[in-house]
């Protein structure tokens, strides 16, 4: 059986601020290899909430998921990435991506051509961070001009920086310009190989997947515990995700005729449930996890499911 190299688990976008460096030393007490953070429209920022996990923990690595490269100036962004990796040197993993699309509207920040800037923003920021003065070419998105870290400032590492993407052409840009890929949940083995497939890459190439979780003695509780947070899938930016899935077709007849996601919920097949989550007893999660590892994901980020997520860390952490 295929061992995950990494196991971790992701801190809650809403959780409340009292209880997030308890989570984070709770999942490095436990022995998870990884903790990631997100910066999603209206919630925490991803650096802020990366630097309060490090500096309140002793070992666990680090991953921003993701930081959007429209509303991030590279140079600014390669400041506060080379400050993370010199105050917690080997702890830092940087996601970059698009940003969904709708939330960059929001703000007036959607590119013009968002694969030539995550392009061009992932291969600036490495040259930042290992030191090198910067020009962008003419006409760039990224428009610098002679821009470089003062040698103080550089950092002797320079961390992995996966691209968090999910369309053809942006996973087959992961694969040119990134060192890996965070691909967002759900994700199952049949998602991962389609994806891995369009990535590529023609070396090493992390693979980062999120997913919702849930681990019980009694698989049905632990069903019922992952079900809610499956409520938005099948809305349509996650199509990719249940594409590959031999019950795609009658996952979207079931969609489209319910009302409410409360009543797509209750209607979900429990089968589909385990597909969709890892979720189940600890042997069935770790089956899962050895089937995702066997198609190319090297990161599993749990998702914790059920009320109380810094209680949920303790029985997420018998599959390690």
Do not use: K
Not at 69 to 81: G, Q, Y
């Amino acid at each position: 059986m295929t061992r995950m190299q990494a196991i971790g688990v992701m801190l809650p976008r809403d959780l409340d601020p009292g209880r997030v460096t308890s989570f984070a030393r709770r999942a490095d007490d436990l022995g998870f290899d990884e903790l990631w953070v997100v910066e999603d429209l209206g919630f925490r920022g991803g650096i802020a909430q990366a630097a309060a996990v490090l500096a309140s923990t002793a070992r666990v690595r680090v991953g921003v998921g993701i930081l959007p490269a429209a509303v991030r100036n590279v140079a600014f962004a390669a400041m506060e990435v080379a400050t993370l990796v010199q105050l917690f040197p080997g702890r830092v993993d940087v996601g970059i991506g698009h940003g969904m699309p709708d939330w960059m509207r929001q703000v007036g920040a959607w590119p013009a051509r968002p694969l030539t800037l995550l392009e061009e923003y992932v291969v600036t920021l490495r040259a930042l961070l290992r030191g090198e003065a910067v020009t962008s070419p003419e006409g760039s998105p990224l428009a610098l001009t002679d821009v470089a870290l003062d040698p103080s400032c550089v950092p002797a590492t320079v961390p992995d920086l996966l691209a968090g993407v999910r369309g053809p052409r942006s996973l087959a840009a992961a694969g040119r310009v990134a060192d890996g890929t965070v691909l967002a949940e759900p994700v199952t083995p049949e998602y991962a190989r389609a994806a891995l497939a369009q990535v590529a890459p023609a070396g090493p190439h992390r693979v980062a997947a999120y997913n919702v979780a849930a681990v019980d003695d009694d698989a049905e509780a632990a069903l019922d515990a992952a079900r809610p947070a499956l409520a938005w899938i099948g809305e349509p930016d996650w199509d990719v995700h249940i594409a590959p899935l031999p019950f795609a077709d009658a996952f979207r007849e079931l969609r489209a005729s319910c009302a409410t996601r409360a009543e797509f919920v209750e209607r979900l097949p429990a089968e589909w449930v385990a597909r969709l989550a890892l979720a189940g007893t600890p042997d069935e999660v770790r089956a899962r996890l050895a089937s995702l590892a066997e198609a190319g994901v090297t990161s599993a980020v749990l998702l914790p499911a059920g009320p109380d997520p810094v209680e949920a860390l303790t029985s997420l952490a018998r599959v390690l």
